[in-house]
Structures are given as structure tokens and as C-alpha cells.
């Protein structure tokens, strides 16, 4: 097992910047989620860790050893790609196998291993089927188990659910868990969807146009997300964003109607946005005038669409609820529960 | 009214009833242009045939007269053993050049494009001007091959390539490799080209270098390519005729006498039509057993 | 002018009808296949004149490459869709006459006017015949000679006006224009493993005073042992077994022999030769004072099956004619007609020294087999020149090939 340590790395493609001045530490046992949208970078971090891409400058550490020039074959490390990435050619134990026979293990012990990663990932049945006859779920174990049976000092996941059904998806998620669990290896893990990010990672690192935006646990990242950016990427469905200007303590809208703002380091007249979650919003008689646009009950929640002032919202709540679009409707807002961010910069104003 | 034809048109061309028309118009084809002249020389090759009855098909039967005296020519062990060594000097030297550019290209180096452009160019070349081309390169006194490995002091005197029956087999075998490797070039570079790229990735990841990645990727990777390509190489030189024709007419004294010379030169010089007939048999039964492991290797491929 | 354009069309338009009614009043076109290429051939030339002067039985001509003229003629007949005239190389006029594959001419040959047998060059006529039966009539003849380069002889101290006339002249000024330190060879030859081979090396065995029924006899191994020498001494390139005609005398224009052995056909190309150059005839073996060349060109003949056999021969009289015959030199051959000669004929030393040449020349059997004779031939002169045999040796096992071959079907006049 292995910490991981990046300073002030960078990717240019010729003039083009792809990830500047990246410093980031990833403890060992530690598994993190790179999340962002497409094109942010974390895929091409991910696989410079790796050695499937050159740093452009700065440096990356696995453990002790900087491994900027290190080929891929000796970095140690396991990653599971996207496409699954099998050796069409081999069967299910010969993908499994392929780095253990390459490290010139003795027969016993790959087969013991094998059998064992194929107990864990149920694969037992499939060994002697090649990817080709293999379901896109069984594939993705089979990725898993090639990753696992190296026993690498680092795991790296390239968005391995993306291809699956959401199903499967949710399915595959607590499995990578408890295999992180059961072999506390590093692990570093690509998505571009929040929902894996929060509900997999000890830490989650948000990236954004080459940049780290913030990195925190899930929790912190919700309750105290740093930018807009983060802010309206991590939540499903996502922070309302009502941005007006301050006046005395509170948030005016282009109509001139008000809502409260919290305690910030905004100045008077700075153009500001109000953020504040959609399950902190509720109707309540007496509140806001606003008009319902539509309903969707997921189960869970219902959500309310509202409009006031020209700003549309989302509310999330609890009780069944139901209500033709137009209707009137009241709401009121969680006062402790606001962010205040700086319009112009994106940046929390929180003090 | 044109777009409700061609709807039909296409409904038609989309529709199941369409493929017994398309199964005949197959069988049609094989028994017009594949299946007579194989059996129009079968007949010819236990016939006595002459210019005085070449014109019917009922020509004196002789059984396997014709065979029987090729097999006791003194030439056809020479000529067999010939062949043998051309084919299988070919099909490797042509398999391995070829892969060894494709290989080669693959690496997006600066002109590669270009480069890759430049040998295709002498694919497109008829045989008959590459094997006057390559007569004059391996000319023994005055030829750039043998001036060339003199100014480097590889030898001392001048090689005689095409007119030493030591090295004329080589001499033709030679041109006919280059002639042969852009198109092994091609399928291969092709072949290259459909591997996923993320598979080498992994296999780095597991620790395989890039000797390792091309014995346990892309070779058994390119293996239905590779089978490809030999069948079609054995099958093409297995006809060579225009090159060696050009460059020696098979001598000195059939040094590089192939098959197909052979058969030219029974059926067009020596007007024994049976002979060069039977010769052209023997030919055929090979290629056809090549096609045969071909299909039968692809098959398997398929089944597993 | 608009009424001017009206009545040209009307004038045109009849114009066309005329002909349209004339041409299907007219007799069938006579197909000829031929080995005419170059746009400067006198044959394509005649062909241009028979058409201007009988515009109503014109010529439909067909370029076949002289190497593929037998093949596209068994072709022809197999498919039963042959010319009614095509040129054929003069050697394997026999085996196409034995094979049925030619028209009997005996009798038009008997009847026509034009045709004189006795006017004709023995060897050439010969070429025609087989079984006293009249299978062609020939059409343009070439022979072989010796070109050398004068400016190299006088460098190394030979006489360019006294070329070698013996075996040992010729062995002699082989040596001493040999250079190797220049990669130049004194003599040049083609003894390729085809027709060509034996082509060249026929007219040195007949002035061995050997033929072809005495292959084992001492003369008969002189001659190939003196081909022999030449390449085994450095004094002629050992491609001479790979390379043809043409090629042994590019090089020789190259300047990278002193010495060829070649045919008229090649006089085009000296217009651009940059030294002094001579044609000699071909030298006799001492002792023996036998002159002896060799004879190519081809011969008429109308293929069986053709359906227009009476005006085939007619086109044959009309090319057979002086005016017609006369214009080979142009192309580098010779009419096959003693009785005919150019007057003013550009060349005129190199015109007189293949005319003399023709005196001697020979023809290659006839015999129906004569590939066969020729192959263990070739094979023989590529077994010597090569060393994998001796001369005695080599021309021992031609000659088991060659002797029951013509115990069976000897050659007239051998």
C-alpha cells in the first residue's frame, strides 16, 4: 500500500493547458473520488498517475518513489478502465492471470489467487469463457478481479460503472466498497457522477476546468461547498441559485422583491448569490408567494417546482404532495441553512 | 412516382425473399467464371491435345499419361523443389517485411504518411516493370545492388544475382518480396489499426513490455489477419509469372524455373497443351488445399 | 454564312449515305493480327497504303507483342475466333502447319503472279514449307552481325577498318578490349535460357562445320567452347545468360563492351550513339571458312478457320510487293527477296553488310518440333556457360534429346 503525492502538476497538450498546478495528497488506505464534469481533467490525472500519459511539469509520488519518469510496468499500481479494456484473446482466468504470469508466479499460487478473486466477484462459473461471451456486468468483474489479484500498492478506477445499468450500477458500487474494505488498498476513482463520488469515496476531490475546485468528505463538500461551481455539481437535484444584490441584509431581486441572505463578508450593494438546498425549502402558509410550475414525486421525496419573482426553484419535501401547475403557493426557507457566494467570482462569502 | 420505385427497390433489396435470387446469382458466378476453366483444364490435363483439336473438347483421352511424364521429367524435381523454396521464402519474407513497416508507421512520426504512400507506390507498378527494374539493379557488372555492396566493402567482386543458378532462385525471390510487401504492408497496418489501444494499456499496467505486449497481444490478436494474408500470399505467388518471366525466363539453366513458367513455357513455347495443363492442376490442388486450411482455421477462429 | 454551313451539312449528309451504302455493299474487312507496335513500323505503314488504295475491303488490324503472338494465335484458335492473316515468328511456322492450325497456300502460292519462289532467299522460303506443302510466305527478314565500337578498338590499338573475321580474331580482340578494372567486356552475345539464345548461338556451331545431327562431334563442342571461354575468361558478362537481345545491346551502347552480337532491328537506335561504331558480318572458324547467320523475321499465314482466306492472300501479294518489301529497311529488317534491294538506302554499309549476311543466313529447322530442339539447346549453352557442365558434356545430353527427334522427323537439307 501506497500514499500518493502531487505537486504542481501540469498537462499541456502544445499550446493547450489541460491541468495546471494540481497539489494534491492521497493517504494511505485512502480512497478518493476525482469528480467533475466532462473535459475537467480528472481522467487524464488519473491516467498520468498511472503512466499512460507525461507530466508536463511538476512531480508525482507513489509512496517514496517519483514516478514521472517510471514506465507504467513498474509503477505497481492496478487500474480498471472504462471499456473494461480485456484481453479479447484470453479467457476469463488468463485476463485474471495475465500480470501474475507475467511476474512469473509460480502456478500454484495463480491459481489459488484466481480462484479466490473469482469466489469474491462470482466468476467462478465464467473462468474458461472469453469477454466476448461475457455479459457487460461480467466483464466489469472480470476488470475488477484482473485489478485485485496483483495485490498493487495502488488502485486506480477510470469511471468502471459508467457502462453498466443503473441497476448494476448501484450493485457494482457497494461491491468496490467492501473489496476496499477487505484489502485497504489506496484507491483513486474517476467519475463524472456525483451520486457514485459521494456515496463511495473517504474524500472527495472536485475538479474544474484543470483545476481542483475543493476537496473534502462528501459531507463537507455538501454542507460547505466552497464555489458555486461545487455547489450546484454536488446535490441531486442541485442547490437553488438565486443571485440579486445586498441591501441592508437581504437579497434583492430584480423585481425588488426580498429573501433573507445569511451573515457573510459580502458589502452593501455587492452582487451576490443566495444558495440554499431544495430540502430546505418547505411550504409553509403565511411564506413566500410563489406559483407551483410543476410536481414530481420520486418515491422518496416529492419535488416542487415554484416561480416568484421571476426565479425559479426547487423544493424537496418529505409529505406526499400534490398540486396542478399555477396553483398559489407559500414557501419558507431554512434560515441557518443559506450560502452566500460572490457573483463575480463564484467564490463561498461564507465568514 | 421515383421515390415510390426506389422505396420498392429497397424494400426489396431489405426483404428475405431476396437471397435465394442472391445464393443463385453466387452459385452462377462460381460455376461461370470459378468452376469451368477449373474443369476445362482438368480435361485438358488427360487429353492429347494439339493446335488441330485444342478448338473441341473431345480430344484423345490418355489417362495420367500427361502427368506421368511430367513427374519423370528431369526438370519437375528441380522445378518442384523451386517452387517450394520461392513460395515459402515469399510468404515469410513478405509476412515479416510487411509487418515489420506496418509496425514501423504505426509510430506517428513526422512524413510517415508519406513514406507509407511512397512503397504502396510500388504495388500499383505492373510486374513486368518491376522485374525490368530489379533486372537492372542486380545487374552483376553494372547493376547499383552489386556497386552498392562494393562501395560499402561488403564484397570484393561483383555478385551475379539473376545469372548464377546459385542465386537466381534469390535474385527473383528478392524483387518479388518488395513487390509483395506493401500489400502484406497494408492488411497488417489495417489489422493494427482495429486493436483496441486501451488493451495495451492494461497489459503495461500488468507489467508487460512492449516485447511482451506484441507476442501476448498482437500477434494472436492479428491471427485471423495473419492467416489472411498468408493464404492470399501462398495463392499470389504461387502464380508469379510476369516477374521471373522478365527477369530470367526461368534460367540459368531453370535455376529459377517456377510452376507457372513451367506451365507457360510447356503449353506456349513447347505447344504441349496437356502437359501445361497438368502442370496447372498440380498448381490448383495446392492453392485449393491452402484456401481449404484458410477456411478451415477460420472457422475454428470462430467457433471458439 | 449560315446558308453556306446549310449546304456543307446537306453535302456531308449525303456524303454519308453514299458511303453507308457503300460500305454495305462492300466485302468483309480482313482481320490481321500482327507484331507491328511502333508507330514508325513499315509493316503499320503498308497496312495505312493496302487501306487508302482498296477502301473497299479495308484492313482490321491488331497489335500483339511479339513474345505473346503464339500465345494469342492458340488462343484464337481454341476459342475458334482467329484473324484472317497474322504474322507469325518464322521457326514455329512448322509445328502450327503440323498441328493443322495454318491454311495449305500451296496452290494461291502456284497461281500468283506477284510470288516468285525462286526470287526469294532459300533460307527464308524454307521457313515456309513443311511436307512440300505451302503453310506461309515470308514477310520481312533480319539476320545477325557484329557491332563493334570502333573508337574503343582504335584506343587499344585494334584496326577499326579490319574487323576480326576468324574465331581467332575474335577471340583475340575480345581479350585485348576487355578492361576489367572499367568493367568493360570485349564481347557481347545472348545465350538466354529461350528462342533467343539459340538464335545467337546457331550460326557460330554451323560455322564449326557441327549441325545439329553432330552435336557430340569436336566442331560441335569448338563452338560452345569458344561462347564458353568468353564468359569464363571475363571477356563476355556472365548476364549474357539472363539478359535478351535488346538488353545485351543497351549495354554494349553503353559502352560497356567492345563488342555485340546483334540484328539489324537495332540500327534505330544507333542514330544516337555517341561513339564510332561498325557492323561487320559474323566471323568463320579458321580452317573451315564456313559463313553462316542466322534467320529471323516473320512469315504470312492464314490461320485455319479464317473466313476470308482469298483476300487474306490478296493482302499477302500486296505486301509482297517491291514497293511494299522495300520499306523493311526503314524499320530496321529486310525484304526476304534477293531480287530486291534499296536504292539510296540510308546506312548503306550497315544495308550491305546484313544483305550479305542474309546470303548466309539459315533458317531454325523447319521442323514441327523445333521448340524442343531449340529448349535442349538453350539448356546446353546454359549449362556450359555457367560451368555446370562441359561443352562435351553438355551438348552430349542435348544431343539425346535433339538426335531421336530428328531420326523421327529429320530436317530437310540436313
Redesign the interface.
Known amino acids: 500500500m501506497a500514499s500518493v503525492t502531487m505537486r504542481g502538476v501540469r498537462k499541456d497538450y502544445g499550446p493547450l493547458n489541460i491541468l495546471r498546478d494540481i497539489d494534491l495528497d492521497v493517504a494511505d488506505q485512502e480512497f478518493i473520488t476525482l469528480v467533475g464534469p466532462s473535459g475537467c481533467g480528472k481522467s487524464t490525472l488519473l491516467r498520468m498517475i498511472?503512466?499512460?500519459e507525461t507530466i508536463s511539469g511538476g512531480d508525482i509520488s507513489i509512496g517514496s518513489d517519483r514516478v514521472n519518469d517510471m514506465?507504467?510496468?513498474h509503477?505497481d499500481?492496478?487500474?480498471v478502465?472504462q471499456?473494461y479494456?480485456?484481453?479479447?484473446?484470453m479467457t476469463v482466468a488468463g485476463n485474471i492471470s495475465?500480470?501474475l504470469r507475467?511476474?512469473r508466479v509460480v502456478a500454484e499460487k495463480i491459481a489459488v489467487a484466481v480462484a479466490s478473486a473469482a469466489a469474491v466477484l462470482n466468476l467462478g462459473q465464467l473462468l474458461e469463457r472469453?469477454p466476448g461471451q461475457l455479459s457487460g456486468g461480467q466483464r466489469q468483474r472480470v476488470a475488477m478481479g484482473?485489478a485485485m489479484v496483483?495485490n498493487p500498492r495502488l488502485f486506480l478506477f477510470d469511471e468502471p460503472l459508467s457502462n453498466l445499468d443503473a441497476k448494476l450500477r448501484v450493485q457494482m458500487r457497494a461491491e468496490i466498497k467492501a473489496l476496499h474494505r477487505r484489502l485497504g488498498s489506496t484507491s483513486i476513482y474517476v467519475t463524472h457522477d456525483q451520486v457514485e463520488a459521494m456515496t463511495m469515496a473517504d474524500r472527495i476531490i472536485v475538479m474544474n476546468q484543470g483545476c481542483i475546485e475543493q476537496q473534502g468528505t462528501p459531507e463537507t463538500l455538501y454542507d460547505r461547498p466552497a464555489s458555486l461551481f461545487v455547489a450546484g455539481f454536488i446535490g441531486s437535484p442541485s442547490m437553488n441559485l438565486i443571485p440579486g444584490t445586498l441591501q441592508n441584509g437581504r437579497l434583492v431581486l430584480a423585481d425588488g422583491a426580498t429573501l433573507p441572505f445569511p451573515a457573510s463578508a459580502a458589502q452593501e450593494g455587492q452582487a451576490v448569490t443566495l444558495g440554499i438546498r431544495p430540502e430546505h425549502i418547505r411550504p409553509q402558509p403565511g411564506g413566500l408567494a410563489a406559483d407551483v410550475v410543476d410536481v414530481e414525486p420520486t418515491g422518496v421525496d416529492t419535488l416542487i417546482l415554484c416561480r416568484f419573482s421571476g426565479v425559479q426553484v426547487i423544493a424537496s419535501v418529505r409529505d406526499r404532495f400534490r398540486a396542478l401547475p399555477g396553483t398559489p403557493i407559500a414557501l419558507a426557507f431554512d434560515e441557518d441553512k443559506l450560502h452566500a457566494f460572490d457573483t463575480a467570482t463564484g467564490k463561498t462569502l461564507r465568514q | 412516382m421515383k421515390g415510390h420505385q426506389r422505396l420498392r427497390w429497397e424494400r426489396a433489396l431489405d426483404s428475405e425473399a431476396i437471397w435465394p435470387l442472391m445464393a443463385g446469382f453466387g452459385a452462377l458466378y462460381l460455376a461461370f467464371f470459378v468452376g469451368y476453366p477449373v474443369i476445362y483444364n482438368l480435361i485438358m490435363s488427360v487429353q492429347q491435345v494439339t493446335l488441330g483439336n485444342i478448338s473441341t473438347v473431345f480430344r484423345p483421352f490418355v489417362g495420367l499419361d500427361n502427368y506421368r511424364k511430367l513427374v519423370d521429367d528431369p526438370l519437375f524435381a528441380t522445378v518442384f523443389q523451386n517452387t517450394l523454396i520461392f513460395v515459402t521464402g515469399n510468404v515469410a519474407l513478405q509476412f515479416l517485411g510487411g509487418l515489420a513497416l506496418a509496425l514501423f508507421f504505426q509510430a506517428a512520426f513526422p512524413g510517415a504518411a508519406f513514406f507509407r504512400g511512397m512503397i504502396l507506390a510500388g504495388w500499383i507498378l505492373p510486374p513486368l516493370v518491376i522485374g525490368a527494374v530489379w533486372k537492372w539493379l542486380l545487374a552483376s557488372d553494372n547493376g547499383v545492388i552489386n556497386y552498392a555492396l562494393r562501395g560499402l566493402g561488403i564484397v570484393s567482386g561483383p555478385i551475379y544475382w539473376l545469372s548464377d543458378p546459385a542465386t537466381s532462385l534469390i535474385g527473383v525471390t528478392f524483387a518479388n518480396v518488395w513487390f509483395g510487401v506493401p500489400f502484406n504492408m497494408i492488411l497488417l497496418a489495417a489489422g493494427l489499426a482495429g486493436l483496441p489501444q486501451d488493451m495495451y494499456e492494461a497489459a503495461a499496467l500488468d507489467g508487460a513490455g512492449p516485447v511482451r505486449r506484441f507476442f501476448a497481444l498482437t500477434l494472436p490478436m492479428l491471427q485471423p489477419t495473419i492467416y489472411a494474408l498468408l493464404a492470399l500470399t501462398t495463392i499470389y505467388t504461387m502464380r508469379a509469372f510476369d516477374l521471373i518471366w522478365t527477369m530470367t525466363h526461368g534460367g540459368p539453366v531453370d535455376s529459377s524455373n517456377i510452376f507457372p513458367v513451367w506451365s507457360y513455357h510447356l503449353s506456349f513455347e513447347l505447344f504441349d497443351f496437356g502437359g501445361g495443363a497438368a502442370v496447372s492442376t498440380m498448381m490448383l490442388v495446392v492453392v485449393f488445399i491452402v484456401a481449404l486450411i484458410y477456411v478451415r482455421s477460420v472457422r475454428t477462429e470462430r467457433v471458439s | 454564312m449560315r446558308r453556306e454551313f446549310l449546304k456543307q451539312s446537306v453535302a456531308l449528309g449525303a456524303l454519308a449515305m453514299l458511303g453507308g451504302a457503300r460500305s454495305a455493299a462492300a466485302a468483309d474487312p480482313v482481320t490481321m493480327w500482327h507484331i507491328f507496335g511502333a508507330e514508325t513500323e513499315p509493316g503499320l505503314k503498308n497496312i495505312t497504303r493496302w487501306n487508302e488504295t482498296h477502301p473497299d475491303q479495308p484492313i482490321d488490324q491488331k497489335f500483339v507483342p511479339f513474345g505473346q503472338l503464339s500465345q494469342q494465335l492458340i488462343k484464337g484458335i481454341a476459342t475458334g475466333d482467329v484473324p484472317d492473316l497474322i504474322t507469325i515468328d518464322n521457326p514455329v511456322v512448322a509445328s502450327f502447319a503440323t498441328q493443322g492450325a495454318l491454311e495449305d497456300l500451296t496452290d494461291l502460292v502456284k497461281a500468283s503472279s506477284f510470288i516468285k519462289p525462286d526470287e526469294y532467299y532459300p533460307g527464308s522460303w524454307a521457313t515456309t514449307l513443311w511436307d512440300g506443302k505451302q503453310y506461309a510466305v515470308p514477310g520481312e527478314a533480319n539476320t545477325l552481325a557484329l557491332y563493334y565500337n570502333a573508337d574503343m578498338f582504335k584506343a587499344r590499338g585494334l584496326d577499326p577498318e579490319a574487323p576480326p573475321r576468324t574465331w581467332e580474331a575474335l577471340r583475340k580482340a575480345a581479350e585485348i578490349l576487355t578492361d576489367k578494372d572499367k568493367n568493360v567486356f570485349g564481347m557481347a552475345f545472348c545465350a538466354i535460357q529461350s528462342e533467343e539464345g539459340t538464335f545467337q548461338f546457331l550460326p557460330f556451331l554451323q560455322q564449326s562445320g557441327a549441325t545439329l545431327k553432330t552435336l557430340t562431334s569436336p566442331d560441335a563442342v569448338a563452338a560452345l567452347q569458344l561462347w564458353t571461354d568468353f564468359v569464363a575468361k571475363g571477356q563476355a558478362s556472365r548476364d549474357v545468360l539472363v539478359k535478351r537481345q535488346f538488353e545485351m545491346t543497351s549495354s554494349w551502347l553503353a559502352g560497356a563492351s567492345g563488342m555485340v552480337v546483334s540484328g539489324p532491328w537495332e540500327l534505330q537506335r544507333m542514330k544516337e550513339v555517341k561513339f564510332n561504331w561498325r557492323v561487320a558480318p559474323l566471323p568463320h572458324r579458321e580452317g573451315k571458312g564456313i559463313e553462316a547467320s542466322a534467320l529471323g523475321g516473320y512469315v504470312w499465314g492464314v490461320p485455319k478457320g479464317a473466313r476470308n482466306k482469298a483476300a487474306a492472300f490478296k493482302v499477302i501479294e500486296f505486301m509482297s510487293e517491291p514497293a511494299q518489301m522495300l520499306q523493311a529497311w526503314s524499320g530496321g529488317r529486310l525484304a526476304p527477296v534477293k531480287t530486291m534491294q534499296v536504292e539510296h538506302p540510308a546506312m548503306p554499309e550497315a544495308y550491305a553488310t546484313f544483305r550479305k549476311q542474309m546470303e548466309v543466313a539459315r533458317p531454325r529447322g523447319p521442323h514441327p518440333r523445333w521448340p524442343d530442339i531449340s529448349a535442349a539447346m538453350q539448356t546446353a549453352i546454359q549449362e556450359a556457360l555457367t560451368g555446370k557442365s562441359t561443352p562435351e558434356a553438355a551438348l552430349q545430353k542435348a544431343s539425346r534429346v535433339i538426335t531421336p527427334i530428328l531420326d523421327r522427323t529429320p530436317i530437310v537439307g540436313l
Do not use: E
Not at chain 1, 85 to 89: K, N, R, T, V
Open positions: 498511472a503512466g499512460l514506465p507504467p510496468m509503477r499500481v492496478a487500474m478502465f471499456s479494456a480485456l484481453y479479447p484473446h495475465f500480470g507475467l511476474r472469453r484482473r496483483r
